[in-house]
């Protein structure tokens, strides 16, 4: 069992071995002038591709981002005034305790709770 799977896990990478030096070409059988024009060719072209403007167009939504979530914290800070108006003028008492998400807003009526 462990023997076809060690089989199983090394064939892929001795195929792509195999299917690399087949695919490319034997430089001893090229003749020199060929070589020194390839090599020409390859030095002076430039890259295909580029990564560059991608990392500016995500970092300037990254930005956006951070901007918007301030923006909205800044609207909740707002809201937290009208709230604690509210719990002043009411018979309602607030209970928020720091690192739970769970927020308890209780009330006395007569003698229940």
């Known amino acids: 069992m462990m023997s076809l799977r060690a089989f199983a896990r090394s064939a892929p990478r001795s195929v792509s071995r195999v299917a690399a030096q087949s695919a490319?070409?034997?430089l001893r059988l090229l003749?020199?002038?060929q070589l020194q024009s390839a090599w020409r060719s390859q030095a002076g072209r430039a890259a295909a591709f580029s990564t560059s403007t991608q990392r500016r167009d995500v970092s300037d939504e990254l930005v956006a981002k951070l901007q918007s979530e301030i923006q909205l914290e800044d609207e909740d800070a707002g809201e937290m005034d009208s709230l604690k108006e509210f719990l002043a003028?009411?018979?309602f008492e607030l209970k928020d305790t720091p690192g739970?998400?769970?927020?308890t807003?209780?009330?006395?009526?007569n003698d229940e709770v």
């Open 100 to 103: 739970q998400e769970e927020v």
């Open 31 to 33: 003749p020199k002038a």
């Open 24 to 26: 490319r070409p034997q």
């Open 105 to 109: 807003l209780t009330r006395k009526y």
């Open 89 to 91: 003028n009411s018979p």
